[in-house]
């Protein structure tokens, strides 16, 4: 009603041609009509808008879109508190990583096993490749491949004691 008023103010009306009572009907008709084709068109204006946000920043609908005039989509912008408490938790797991990737150095120092040592430096320089390990340290690939066998098993240790469980190494 408010876009049809301001049309009688910008345009005008000539009592003889019409009454004001027509004359508006006339206006908020017009306005009614041209405003469903020009929702559709904010409407794919707004999802374009809302993709392109998802592709670079990463931002989720809440809820799935209500497209009216009322209401428009909430965004999943984490608060504040959120982001605090999300880095907080990422601190921590990097701490915790890091003292069980300690734990497990010790482990294999206290063994004597420099091959699995080799693969712990090279994993902490994003290296996974047996291949390229085995090449730059001039060892063999079955060496690597063998050292797997033991590093699952010392890290089987090391969860079963962070849980309280004992495991004795036994002897192979």
Not at 4 to 28: E, I, K, N, Y
Not at 77 to 94: D, F, G, K, L
Not at 133 to 145: C, K, P, W
Request: proline fraction near 3%; glycine fraction near 4%; charged fraction near 35%.
């Amino acid at each position: 009603m408010s876009r049809a008023d301001l049309r009688l103010v910008r345009f005008g009306w000539d009592p003889r041609d019409v009454t004001l009572v027509r004359r508006l009907c006339r206006l908020v008709w017009s306005e009614w009509t041209h405003a469903d084709s020009e929702g559709s068109r904010i409407q794919k204006g707004e999802e374009g808008f809302i993709r392109e946000l998802e592709a670079t920043e990463g931002l989720k609908l809440a809820r799935p879109p209500v497209w009216d005039s009322e209401r428009r989509p909430e965004w999943a912008v984490p608060s504040y508190e959120q982001q605090v408490t999300s880095a907080e938790t990422a601190r921590e797991s990097r701490t915790k990583a890091s003292v069980q990737l300690e734990k497990l150095r010790a482990i294999f120092e206290k063994t004597g096993d420099e091959v699995n040592l080799l693969w712990l430096k090279f994993a902490l320089e994003d290296v996974t490749d047996l291949q390229k390990m085995a090449a730059a340290s001039g060892r063999d690939v079955a060496d690597f491949y063998a050292a797997a066998k033991r590093r699952k098993r010392a890290v089987q240790r090391l969860l079963a004691n962070e849980r309280g469980v004992n495991l004795v190494e036994e002897e192979p």
